[in-house]
C-alpha cells in the first residue's frame, strides 16, 4: 500500500492493491476547487498508475466539495470565462471517461462544482451530513462545469432550474429518491462502503467495466436505432473475450471468475 502524500498536498493519493483513493485535501476551504486541484484531479486520470482498476474520489474534514472557490475568482472576460468553463467540462469528461470506475464517498458539502464533480463519477455513496446544491442563484452566476448535462440528466431540466432557482438544499435522503446518491449509509461509513464496493468491482472483467464506462452514457445521448446497434458492438467485443469465456467457465464449475 502506498501511503499518502504530505499534508500540504491539494490532492492525496493512496493506492492499495487495485484501488486508488483520491482525498481532496483543502480542509480550510471545505475541499473547494481551486486550479491547483483540478490539475491534480486532471492529471491523475489522464495517466493513472499502472495496476489501479477503480478509483475512490473522497474529501476530508467533513466535506466532499464545496464547489468552486470563490475566493480565488480571478476576473475574467467572456472568453476566458468560457475557456475555463469548457476546461471543468474536459476534466469532468476525463474522469467520467478515463475506463476506471470512480466511486464517490461523500459526506458534509457536495455543493455547486462539488456536485458537478460528484456527477461525473460512476457509484456515489452519501452519509448523513450530506448537502446536495446548486447555489449558482443566489450568486449571479450559473453552472458551468457541466451540471446541465450531468446533474440534469439525474434530476431532469425541471427539477434542476427549480434547484437553481431556489437554491435550496438537498439531504441525503431526499438525494437517495432523487438519485444524487446510489447509497446512502451511516456517519463516517461512506469511505468503508466504497472500499467494499470498488473492491468488488476491481475484480469484475476490466473489458466490461470500460465497455460499461464509455457505452452506457454514449448510447443514452444516440437515437434508439443507433443505441441498440451500439449495444450489440458492445456485446459483440466483451462477450468473445478472454474474460467472458473466463466468466463462462467458472460459471459451470461453480467456482469465482478469475479475470486478466
Not at 502506498?2 to 498536498?9: G, L, S
Not at 431532469?156 to 431556489?166: H, I, K, S, V, Y
Request: net charge neutral.
Amino acid at each position: 500500500m502506498t501511503k499518502p502524500e504530505a499534508k500540504d498536498t491539494v490532492l492525496l493519493v493512496e493506492i492499495d492493491g487495485p484501488v486508488a483513493t483520491l482525498t481532496m485535501n483543502r480542509p480550510a476551504k471545505r475541499n473547494a476547487m481551486c486550479d491547483e486541484l483540478l490539475d491534480a484531479i486532471d492529471a491523475f486520470f489522464s495517466k493513472p498508475p499502472k495496476g489501479v482498476r477503480v478509483v475512490i474520489l473522497t474529501g476530508t474534514a467533513g466535506h466532499y466539495c464545496s464547489g468552486l472557490d470563490l475566493s480565488e475568482h480571478v476576473a475574467r472576460d467572456a472568453e476566458g470565462t468560457m475557456r475555463h468553463s469548457r476546461n471543468w467540462h474536459r476534466v469532468m469528461d476525463v474522469i467520467q471517461m478515463s475506463g476506471l470506475p470512480v466511486v464517490s464517498a461523500m459526506f458534509g458539502a457536495v455543493i455547486g462544482g462539488g456536485l458537478e464533480l460528484a456527477a461525473s463519477t460512476h457509484v456515489r455513496i452519501a452519509e448523513p451530513s450530506c448537502i446536495f446544491q446548486l447555489p449558482e442563484g443566489r450568486r449571479g452566476i450559473f453552472v458551468g462545469g457541466g451540471a446541465t448535462v450531468r446533474v440534469g440528466r439525474i434530476l431532469g431540466a425541471d427539477r434542476m432550474c427549480e434547484m437553481m432557482l431556489t437554491g435550496r438544499k438537498f439531504g441525503t435522503e431526499e438525494g437517495l429518491a432523487m438519485g444524487l446518491t446510489h447509497y446512502a449509509v451511516g456517519e463516517g461509513e461512506a469511505l468503508a462502503k466504497a472500499r467494499e464496493l470498488a473492491n468488488g468491482i476491481a475484480h469484475n472483467a476490466s473489458l466490461s467495466n470500460y465497455m460499461m464506462i464509455q457505452a452506457i452514457s454514449r448510447i443514452s445521448d444516440m437515437s434508439r436505432s443507433d443505441g441498440l446497434f451500439t449495444e450489440s458492438l458492445a456485446a459483440a467485443v466483451s462477450q468473445t473475450s478472454a474474460d467472458a469465456e473466463e466468466g463462462l467457465k467458472a460459471f459451470l464449475e461453480k467456482r469465482k471468475p478469475v479475470f486478466r
